[in-house]
């Protein structure tokens, strides 16, 4: 099981926890703030600081498969368990809540997400 150092709040005060990577659903990047929020396929947001095409390649470069499906979000090509080609967003649970984990994705994203998951011979539903 590998790991990444996050924080559960934006300013650092919970401290450091370790986060198991296969978890991830997306990462996202926020502007305003300069962080990227970790999404969990549980719905937990955690944080850390850097770029999304910084982490998205050491994620890869670790053995992972993470796509960077628009300007702001990085997607975890694994956990992907379904998608909607009309709204271009990659759900992580089949049995969805108003809770639920989604990312949003640009139309080239999606075919390439798309794509991606074809080559991994995936059970992923498109919609």
Do not use: P
Not at 33 to 40: A, L, N, P, Q
Not at 65 to 75: G, H, L, P, Q, Y
Not at 106 to 124: H, I, T
């Amino acid at each position: 099981m590998k790991c990444l150092s996050v924080t559960k709040d934006q300013n650092g005060l919970s401290g450091i926890v370790q986060l198991n990577i296969d978890d991830i659903a997306f990462l996202e990047f926020d502007s305003r703030s300069g962080k990227i929020f970790i999404h969990t396929i549980d719905n937990n947001i955690f944080y850390t600081v850097g770029s999304l095409k910084y982490w998205t390649e050491v994620l890869n470069n670790t053995g992972y498969r993470f796509f960077v499906a628009d300007r702001n979000n990085s997607v975890h090509i694994d956990n992907i368990v379904e998608m909607n080609e009309f709204l271009k967003i990659a759900y992580f649970e089949r049995n969805r809540t108003e809770n639920s984990s989604q990312c949003t994705m640009s139309k080239s994203g999606y075919k390439e997400v798309s794509q991606l998951l074809d080559n991994r011979k995936s059970s992923a539903v498109y919609t």
